[in-house]
């Protein structure tokens, strides 16, 4: 099983739609979890740090729940630059720093 | 956007021969990574530094070495290439206990390097 595992998508969605992703993660010591958003053949970069009380960036929700070792992403209002692949990451290992990542999934709004 | 770069950008390289990738950052973070992404597998650790010479071995470390001289550079060494080893590269830059205080920071990552092995 792997260590964090994301929905397998695609995503494909109208403008304006709300889409949700899940990601599950198999350490029930994982301090810290992430959100991070790739464009194609970019590098990624830090969407969102996800907090247990669950955090909110305009469009964007983000919930922890720790006893069912999941994580999600909501995106409302989709825009046509949410396209993306977005990876759930994890850090499994605090001392370490080791941050692991989901295998992504991918998004694409439609116009 | 922080300072990471990666060297070079894209590579072509025979089965057999080495190749050395450099990750110079300028941001004095502590910790260094250097990750693969492949179709399907998403980002996974090679290797990982959290000081001057301290590394360790990620989940996919086989067939790679590095070595961190300095806080700025990390670089990672296919020994031997193999067409296996065609991939993307990336290095990220991390510093968990920031000395300005505060929580964890977020990985920032280079723009990564195209290998191919042929």
């Known amino acids: 099983r792997k260590e964090v595992e994301q929905d397998p998508g695609p995503f494909n969605v109208p403008e304006g739609a709300t889409v949700a992703f899940n990601c599950t993660y198999s350490?029930?010591?994982?301090?810290?979890f992430f959100w991070y958003r790739q464009d194609c053949r970019k590098e990624p970069k830090l969407l969102m740090s996800?907090?247990?009380s669950g955090n909110e960036d305009g469009r964007f929700t983000a919930q922890l729940n720790r006893a069912s070792q999941y994580i999600s992403l909501l995106i409302r209002d989709s825009k046509l630059s949410d396209s993306a692949t977005y990876l759930c990451?994890?850090?499994?290992?605090?001392?370490?720093?080791?941050?692991?990542f989901g295998s992504g999934t991918q998004l694409t709004v439609l116009p | 956007d922080a300072g990471i770069t990666q060297s070079p950008r894209h590579k072509v390289t025979e089965t057999g021969t080495p190749v050395t990738l450099r990750c110079h950052q300028t941001?004095?973070?502590?910790?260094m990574y250097w990750y693969r992404q492949d179709p399907g597998h998403g980002l996974r650790l090679i290797h990982y530094?959290?000081?001057?010479?301290?590394?360790d071995k990620g989940e996919v470390s086989d067939g790679y070495s590095v070595s961190r001289s300095k806080t700025e550079d990390f670089l990672l060494t296919l020994e031997s290439a193999t067409s296996s080893q065609t991939s993307v590269y990336f290095c990220?830059?991390?510093?968990?206990?920031?000395?300005?205080?505060?929580?964890?920071?977020?990985?920032?990552f280079g723009q990564g390097t195209r290998l191919t092995v042929v």
């Open positions: 990220a830059i991390s510093d968990p206990f920031p000395r300005t205080g505060g929580r964890d920071t977020e990985a920032f």
């Open positions: 990451v994890v850090n499994v290992a605090l001392s370490a720093r080791q941050l692991t």
């Open positions: 350490n029930s010591a994982s301090q810290s």
């Open positions: 941001e004095n973070h502590r910790y």
């Open positions: 530094s959290y000081g001057v010479k301290d590394t």
């Open positions: 996800v907090y247990s």
